[in-house]
């Protein structure tokens, strides 16, 4: 046993090290600071647990102060749990959680209820506890989900499983032999070694949770506009050629638009480029809201030019959906920082058909278009005209 309390400290002390270096560098700081809360607690109380002879049976005042510092520990993991996927955390409940279970040990004594009652009720509270602090891990939330998530949450269900199982094996016990009965050293080391794998089994989680995250985010922002927020050129690449197989098996339409900011650096010569750069971001914004946000891809493929692919339209919708916004932009004036600026857009539009580089295809088609509707004069919708594909020659 000695040498599994051993392993045990060691390896939180190394969890200590690296979740403190982490509440300071990482993105993820302030969860990051709950949990080496968490694990501070959990080694004090580990240290406090396993050092008393009279284990499980404290005396009142050394119970009530382990298992708060235990609550402290549950209650850190679901503060930063809840931190991290963005989500607030109640003080008040955050309090009551730490505190519950050493106020149930030291209420039973208090009452004057035997101590395999305090045990028993105890046990019970943290199991339900363990139950509530995996829920932040287990739950999909706002965020993309993360696999490692799975890792955590199913770490602290099992451990709270096991608290349960523990409470019904203590009831069999009393009720076979009639009494208390302190437990072997097995059990201890039992019990010692499910408290280290599942500690480890959820900081390890926590950390491969943070680094998924942040591999997650840089992925994100590798394929997004920073000005507008719009995915980039490679940004809609790669979500469009999901979309584009899809509508092939399925054999739906889809279209492609690109707009253009009619004389777009008169803008910026005008009213400056800090201006100009708000135009971009409002007209990004317009975009957006004019397709459909969940299942159409919309991107600023460069400069002032943005492209929209819309899936299950025909051309002939695709050009509808082309007039209606060109309408409404021109229709409406741009606020930009108290001054109204009249803004218009040319846009060519192109049906994306079964041509091996499907989208560059449909891209050229419609650039072709847009080029055409600058030439008339702006402000205007131009189509590509439906070719039938040449055969490629084997």
Same mark, same amino acid.
């Given at each position: ?47 406090? !647990? ?72 105890? !046990? ?45 094996? !203590?009831?069999?016990?009393?009720? $076979? ?44 922002? $590798? ?169 490629? $020659?084997?």
């Amino acid at each position: 046993m000695t040498t599994l309390l051993f392993a045990s400290s060691t390896a939180r002390a190394g969890f200590i090290l690296i979740f403190l270096i982490a509440s300071f560098k990482s993105e993820a700081r302030v969860a990051f600071g709950y949990w080496t809360v968490s694990i501070i607690s959990s080694a004090a109380a580990l240290l406090l !647990i396993y050092s008393d002879s009279s284990y499980p049976y404290f005396a009142a005042g050394r119970g009530t102060v382990i298992y708060a510092i235990v609550g402290l520990s549950l209650s850190s993991i679901w503060a930063g749990g809840r931190t991290f996927f963005g989500l607030g955390v109640d003080k008040v409940r955050f309090a009551i959680m730490g505190l519950f279970p050493g106020l149930v040990y030291g209420g039973v004594h208090l009452f004057g209820m035997k101590p395999i009652a305090a045990v028993l009720l105890t !046990i019970a509270t943290l199991s339900f506890l363990m139950a509530v602090a995996a829920r932040p891990f287990l739950a999909r939330n706002r965020r993309r989900y993360l696999p490692s998530q799975l890792l955590v949450g199913t770490a602290l269900v099992a451990y709270s499983v096991a608290l349960a199982l523990s409470v019904v094996l !203590i009831i069999v016990r009393v009720r $076979a032999f009639g009494a208390i009965t302190q437990p072997s050293m097995t059990e201890i080391a039992l019990s010692l070694f499910i408290d280290q794998l599942m500690g480890v089994l959820t900081y390890v989680g926590l950390i491969a949770m943070s680094l998924e995250d942040a591999q997650v985010r840089l992925k994100a922002i $590798a394929l997004m506009d920073p000005l507008t927020g719009l995915a980039n050129r490679r940004g809609v690449q790669s979500r469009t050629a999901a979309l584009i197989m899809a509508c092939r098996c399925a054999k739906r339409p889809v279209a492609v638009l690109i707009v253009d900011l009619d004389h777009f650096k008169s803008i910026n010569d005008r009213y400056g480029h800090v201006s100009g750069d708000m135009v971009l971001k409002e007209f990004a914004d317009r975009l957006s809201s004019h397709c459909r946000r969940e299942q159409d891809v919309t991107g600023r493929w460069g400069g002032e030019e943005f492209l929209a692919v819309l899936r299950d339209t025909t051309l002939e919708q695709a050009i509808d959906i082309a007039e209606q916004l060109c309408r409404r932009v021109s229709e409406t004036q741009f606020d930009i920082g108290g001054q109204a600026i009249v803004v218009t857009v040319s846009i060519g539009v192109a049906a994306i058909d079964d041509h091996i580089s499907a989208l560059e295809h449909a891209v050229k088609k419609a650039d072709e278009a847009l080029y055409d509707a600058k030439r008339n004069g702006r402000n205007r919708v131009c189509s590509a005209i439906p070719q039938p594909l040449l055969a490629i $020659a084997s």
